[in-house]
């Protein structure tokens, strides 16, 4: 941590634009949320598809309810540990921007259309696609904000705090299943990371991490409760299947049985508390409505309490955590995979979004002109990803798709395919 100091954490790569009445993590925030790529979360799924049900979360309600989590765990912690914050870099402003910055990669269609696009492009270029990166690739060098520099400019910190995986993508391993930066945004990643010799988050990092843990943790389950979507007799019968899809196949005995008990704290707090909630089909009465609140915010007060900055300050991992609230939100995720994820109906919904995401690579790829640098149908508002320094055609036509919401892009592949002729007077994507 040597050199991270508030001077250096403030420092911008670009210095886009003068000063004003905030501070520069807060204008950081307030670039993140007026940008049009967090305004097109609201057409991008969280679980369901976006526009499905008013009930569902969208990508961007989630997000705003992950950055209220994590300001209010960066605000207890400088209550809690100020020295500790102090040493270790800690803003409410930059946790909230980092949330806020953190799903700004995700395509149509959530993580299906991720695990497509990753496929696509790796036939093209070894680094494939991976929402994180996509995130960091857009806030430094795709975000439309100033006339001579590329992103939105964040300061160090932020950039940092956006980094959930602060590696390349590695052939093997684990860190070749997620990643947080593209080697296209090198330059960026060093400026980020200049004070850490090291590959762990930095605590502002790990704040919006396990925010989003706990947000998509509860948040979710609340929604398929209210959709009356989750079998909580089954849960509380099936415990042995969800302790061992929980635990993975790399799990040892104390590993499950931490679970087991995570499970059982669960369920009798559940079953103790709100067993008339959970017991009956949800009609949206007052009394229900009202329980199903307090059991959300009971659970979130409970998980934003989980988390505290490391007091060894000689360690490079910047907090330490409350080993039974991880277990339990855990729990909490299988359920959500093992009962809603896994449900066929939303398994073939998957197959179709596939489907439009393959195609609509294979459009914009057969369709691209050499001389132009992009497919003469391709929608005004993207041509100018083809000017992006270093592009290449298998990131350019990934970096078309990430830009559309889902709307946009299953009505460019029904004008592209054929499904429907559209009008002349319509650029779907404006």
């Known amino acids: 941590m040597s050199g991270w100091t508030d001077a250096e954490r403030q420092k911008r790569r670009h210095k886009a634009s003068g000063k004003d009445q905030r501070t520069e ?42 950055a209220q989590v994590g300001r209010r765990l960066a605000q207890k912690l400088l209550k809690e540990q100020p020295t500790e914050a102090s040493i270790r870099g800690l803003d409410p402003e930059v946790v909230e921007a980092a949330c806020l910055a953190h799903d700004l990669g995700h395509p149509p269609f959530g993580h299906i259309g991720e695990h497509t696009l ?36 964040l300061t160090r910190a932020t950039l940092a705090a956006c980094l959930k995986y602060p590696w390349f993508r590695h052939k093997s391993g684990k860190k070749s299943k997620k990643w947080s930066a593209y080697s296209s945004e090198k330059d960026d990643f060093e400026f980020a990371r200049e004070f850490h ?47 061992e899809r929980a635990a993975g196949s790399t799990s040892n005995d104390e590993e499950r049985r931490k ?76 359920i959500t995979r093992d009962y809603i994820i896994g449900n066929p109906t939303l398994a073939a919904q998957q197959h179709g979004q596939q489907r439009i995401i393959k195609e609509l690579f294979k459009a914009l ?6 001389e132009l640098g992009y497919p003469p149908f391709l929608p005004i508002r993207l041509r100018f990803l083809a000017e992006v320094p270093g592009i290449t055609k298998a990131r350019f036509v990934a970096d078309c798709v990430a830009s559309l919401s889902e709307s946009e892009a299953t009505a460019l592949h029904a004008r592209l395919f054929g499904a429907t002729p559209g009008s002349v007077l319509n650029p779907i994507v404006r």
Request: proline share 2%; hydrophobic share 35%.
């Open 25 to 66: 993590f807060e204008r950081d925030r307030d670039r993140l949320l007026y940008s049009s790529a967090f305004h097109r979360l609201a057409g991008i799924t969280q679980i369901v598809r976006a526009g499905e049900a008013d009930v569902f979360h969208t990508r961007q309600q989630h997000t705003i309810k992950v």
């Open 259 to 334: 679970l087991t008990e995570a499970y059982e704290r669960l369920k009798n707090y559940l079953e103790g508390t709100y067993s008339i909630l959970l017991g009956d089909s949800y009609d949206g009465t007052r009394l229900q409505r009202e329980q199903l609140r307090r059991m959300t915010s009971q659970l979130i007060g409970k998980y934003i309490s989980a988390i505290k900055i490391n007091p060894d300050l000689s360690s490079n991992e910047a907090v330490v955590f409350n080993e039974d609230s991880v277990n339990e939100v855990r729990i909490l995720k299988q």
């Open 365 to 370: 790829w057969d369709g691209y002109d050499a």
């Open 118 to 153: 990753d496929k696509l492009v790796r036939e093209h270029e070894n680094e494939g696609f991976e929402g994180n990166a996509q995130s960091f690739r857009i806030v430094t060098k795709l975000v439309v904000r100033f006339p001579d520099s590329p992103g939105v400019d």
């Open 197 to 243: 010799d090291h590959d762990k988050k930095t605590l502002e990092a790990e704040l919006m991490d396990w925010a989003d843990d706990v947000a998509y943790s509860v948040h979710d389950l609340e929604d398929f409760h209210r959709c009356n979507a989750l079998p909580w007799q089954r849960v509380f019968d099936e415990k042995d299947k969800i302790i």
